[in-house]
């Protein structure tokens, strides 16, 4: 269990170090740091320099003036003092922690709910970014009337710049927070997003905002809940926006930010056998190779491309159209082209592996492009990467299983030493590269993993 203490008796500690031992200030710090972390305790959400700074109380001063400033409905002081509280806050999460402590989420929500309508649009706009800092991080904050607020002021707002805040702000409550992003999609916020995407007259960031709050809402990073309802919001989701989203790539096909972020919403939104055929019928399979082709030294949008051809590879019929449209040597090649990317050859080997599961013609596609060779060399060059390294044992087996003759190549090209050592080195691949090794028709250690003894089976709880 991990061990906590209060600001104030680090604050304590430090002070007692200057006062009574005639330490520096950075010393005190130093000292209280070292002090504390002996005893095994956790001082990620401890300001360490909090009870030395001159300006140690800037968040609770900043948050007086604005307290008084609803109060008294005079918002002069407003704009300087949410900007310097917005400084503070992005500093690091012991700030963020701090201000949570010092009421900062009322503060700033009842702020809002006094600036709502049109006329402090100005206030409005930087309240929404004060309060998107503040819970970067810290998303437990977010209640039910927050939740109001997001929703009245999507509904009721049209200005675009503060749609986008908005969206960022929803978009940071749902990262790593099961129950935020269950009650805000609860709430409808798919379809107000759908009009958004819909309007004729959507910009490039704004789209990508909306994308963004997408992808959040289909996360499933909370691990305080064993079960979560991503799969669920994926699919309706898609069943909303699919078709929309796909009709964007040709819309946007001049700003690769924007096709990127398309193609990666995409890919966590089609979680179904249908969606993958959606996708293809709407032009989507001839748009992504066309963005492989044309722009071929542009990492981040060959990983995106890579993550939907993947995605897409999960309805066989679309999974065989992807290898005779000829995707193969651009998957291939991506890996050589991108060498020192890891997050290119993971992409890159997840869609080999995708799309050779019980297909030997496409495994043989793959071999005729010399995909045995550049997996190899992928294990190679990323000894350490797990991903990378399951991603290519995968590809290896399902290339194999089905192909003996060609699996030899493999073997040729050195898959044995690579396998042992990925065995060696990371224990937690073993089963996936012994599957490999087998397959391969290589010698492998397999792990009998159920002995009986010959005796009666016996329950000691009995």
């Not at 360490?48 to 918002?75: F, G, H, M, P």
């Not at 993947?310 to 651009?330: E, M, Q």
Request: proline share 2%; net charge negative.
């Amino acid at each position: 269990m991990v061990r906590v203490i209060k600001q104030e008796t680090y604050d304590e500690v430090v002070k007692e170090n200057i006062e009574d031992l005639a330490m520096t200030p950075q010393e005190a710090i130093e000292d209280a740091v070292k002090q504390f972390e002996a005893q095994g305790i956790d001082l990620t959400n401890i300001i360490k320099d909090l009870a030395i700074s001159e300006n140690s109380n800037v968040i609770q001063t900043c948050l007086r003036k604005l307290s008084a400033s609803i109060e008294e409905k005079n918002y002069n002081d407003v704009p300087d003092a949410l900007e310097k509280l917005k400084t503070e806050l992005n500093r690091d999460i012991a700030r963020r922690m701090y201000a949570a402590k010092e009421n900062a989420y009322c503060i700033l929500l009842d702020l809002m709910e006094e600036v709502e309508n049109e006329e402090n649009l100005n206030i409005l706009k930087s309240v929404i970014k004060t309060m998107t800092s503040l819970m970067t991080g810290h998303p437990d904050l977010l209640d039910a009337r927050g939740i109001k607020l997001q929703i009245r002021l999507v509904d009721r707002l049209s200005d675009v710049p503060t749609i986008q805040l908005l969206l960022r702000w929803i978009k940071e409550c749902c990262i790593k927070h099961e129950m935020n992003r269950q009650a805000i999609f609860n709430v409808g916020i798919i379809h107000r997003i759908r009009k958004i995407i819909e309007k004729e007259d959507i910009t490039g960031p704004e789209l990508r905002d909306c994308c963004g709050a997408m992808r959040s809402l289909a996360l499933d990073d909370d691990i305080r809940h064993e079960y979560g309802k991503a799969h669920d919001h994926a699919a309706q989701m898609a069943r909303a926006s699919l078709t929309v989203l796909t009709g964007l790539l040709t819309k946007f096909k001049g700003d690769v930010g924007v096709v990127g972020d398309l193609m990666l919403t995409m890919a966590s939104l089609i979680v179904r056998n249908e969606f993958c055929q959606d996708v293809e019928d709407a032009g989507g399979l001839t748009f992504i190779l066309d963005v492989m082709i044309n722009h071929p030294d542009t990492e981040k949008l060959n990983w995106q491309a890579l993550k939907l051809l993947k995605a897409l590879a999960g309805n066989d019929n679309v999974k065989a159209h992807i290898v005779t449209c000829g995707s193969a040597p651009l998957i291939v090649s991506s890996i050589g082209r991108f060498k020192s990317s890891e997050s290119v050859a993971s992409a890159a080997l997840s869609c080999i592996s995708a799309l050779t599961l019980r297909s030997s013609s496409n495994a043989g596609v793959f071999y005729d492009c010399g995909a045995p060779s550049v997996i190899i060399d992928a294990m190679k060059e990323f000894p350490k990467s797990l991903t990378v390294l399951r991603q290519a044992s995968w590809a290896i087996r399902n290339m194999s299983v089905r192909n003996k003759a060609e699996s030899r190549e493999f073997v040729s090209y050195g898959a044995d030493a690579v396998l042992q050592n990925a065995i060696k080195n990371h224990p937690v691949l073993a089963e996936d590269a012994r599957a490999a090794l087998r397959d391969l028709g290589l010698k492998v250690d397999l792990k009998e993993q159920w002995t009986g003894k010959g005796g009666a089976l016996t329950n000691e709880r009995a």
